[in-house]
Antibody, heavy 123, light 112 residues
Framework: EVQLVESGGGFIQPGGSLRLSCTAS????????MHWVRQAPGKGLEWVSR????????IYADSVKGRFTISGDSAKNFLYLHMTSLRAEDTATYYC????????????????WGRGTMVTVSS | VVMTQSPLSLPVTLGQPASISCRSS???????????LNWLHQRPGQSPRRLIY???IRDSGVPDRFSGSGSGTHFTLKISRVEAEDVGIYYC??????????FGQGTRLEIK
């Protein structure tokens, strides 16, 4: 079965750091672009970051630029989101989402979502 | 690109049709000629699930009572006959012009 499972969320004080992980099963991460999307409690969806299949191109939402870093470990089939200088407004459920397959149409993007991991930033 | 959905709340009687509108602040036609407009459904307590991609193509397993249409800046998701399992929040999202990828505010469908 094709699925994504996130982990690493928790309670963290403002200014702290946290690393989220996402493991894939049923497919190989290095063949796909991957995204992180977040959802604040009771709010809508906000795109956070994207990495291409070989990790050579990474982009971020303005709200997290300079504080968050997306990365991957192709050998372990893991995707990460390293978050630093955390703020209260970063409190959200973070979803790992499959993007397009490399060399394929962008139509395939956003077809697989993980269950999410909750991050709470509070003093 | 700003995505604007309406209505934000949609009470519907079981078996009746439902329609959600999504408008973008600029045309979603990509330079490759395709339009990357998706519809997502999020049931209470669950993660979002993609229902429709490229405006009108249903994902595998999505009932044919769901249909997507539109072009340019105006798109519509229609449910021909609402069932109880259709409750939740529906989001449109665009992948034609990014960064950033953007989502609509969401439309909450509930059963009357």
């Amino acid at each position: 079965e094709v699925q994504l499972v996130e982990s690493g969320g928790g309670f963290i004080q403002p200014g702290g750091s946290l690393r989220l992980s996402c493991t894939a099963s049923g497919f190989t991460l290095r063949n796909y672009w991957m995204h992180w999307v977040r959802q604040a409690p009771g709010k809508g969806l906000e795109w956070v970051s994207r990495m291409n299949s070989d990790g050579s191109y990474k982009i971020y939402a303005d709200s997290v630029k300079g504080r968050f870093t997306i990365s991957g470990d192709s050998a372990k089939n893991f995707l990460y989101l390293h978050m630093t200088s955390l703020r209260a407004e970063d409190t959200a459920t973070y979803y790992c989402v499959r993007g397009r397959a490399e060399y394929s149409s962008p139509m395939g993007a956003f077809d697989i979502w993980g269950r999410g991991t909750m991050v709470t930033v509070s003093s | 690109v700003v995505m604007t959905q309406s209505p934000l709340s949609l009470p519907v009687t079981l078996g009746q049709p439902a329609s959600i509108s999504c408008r973008s602040s600029q045309s979603l036609v990509h330079s490759d000629g395709n339009t990357y407009l998706n519809w997502l459904h999020q049931r209470p307590g669950q993660s979002p699930r993609r229902l429709i991609y490229a405006v009108s193509i249903r994902d595998s397993g999505v009932p044919d009572r769901f249909s997507g249409s539109g072009s340019g800046t105006h798109f519509t998701l229609k449910i021909s006959r609402v069932e109880a399992e259709d409750v939740g929040i529906y989001y449109c999202m665009q992948g034609s012009h990014w960064p950033p990828i953007t989502f609509g505010q969401g439309t909450r469908l509930e059963i009357k």
